[in-house]
């Protein structure tokens, strides 16, 4: 079997998308112990933002084994300088679409999750991944603000806004 490619509880083929994991060998340590975690698609992990990611994955693989529900991380990246980590759960629990946070130059909408489902605790651990980065250095992972930077928002402390 292509080591690549597998094929997921409803039949769909799944290739692991590449992810950047040069600057995260946390991130990279916690796929490698839980493969089904890799994301499918395209996907950047900030150096500080490292720990805060391979930890929400080691939770996510817990969750799936301890319930016995199937969690694939389908992305993981920096929008708008929140941290987003994109999640299928293969539960029948999915609900209408929610918002699921809000900056003054976006709105996060995705499923909402019955109450005490898989769908929702797996959205708590990634909400809580998201919470931890919004302080912290997408660069370095010190103590942060949100800045403009020549137009492109991130997460920064006061070294790396100037840099
Ligand atoms: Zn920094």
Redesign the pocket.
């Known amino acids: 079997m292509d080591e690549d490619q597998d094929i997921d509880n409803v039949g769909r083929e799944r290739s692991k998308g590449q992810i950047y994991l040069d600057d995260a060998p946390a991130t990279r340590a916690a796929l490698e112990a839980h493969p089904t975690m890799w994301p499918r698609i395209f996907s950047d992990v900030p150096k ?1 933002w490292d720990a805060e990611v391979a930890q929400a994955l080691t939770e996510l693989a817990r969750l799936s084994a301890e319930t016995g529900v199937e969690i694939a991380v389908v992305q993981i990246k920096s929008k708008l300088a929140e941290l987003r980590i994109y999640l299928d759960v293969a539960e029948d629990s999915v609900g209408p679409l929610e918002e699921a946070g809000s900056t003054p130059l976006s709105t996060h909408f995705r499923s909402s999750a019955q109450p005490g489902s898989v769908r929702e605790r797996a959205n708590a651990i990634a909400d809580a991944a998201a919470a931890r980065c919004a302080t912290r ?1 997408e ?2 992972g ?1 103590d ?1 603000v949100r800045v403009n930077k020549g137009g492109w928002l991130v997460i ?2 006061p ?2 806004a100037r840099s």
């Open positions: 500080g250095c660069r370095c010190a942060a920064a402390c070294t790396h």
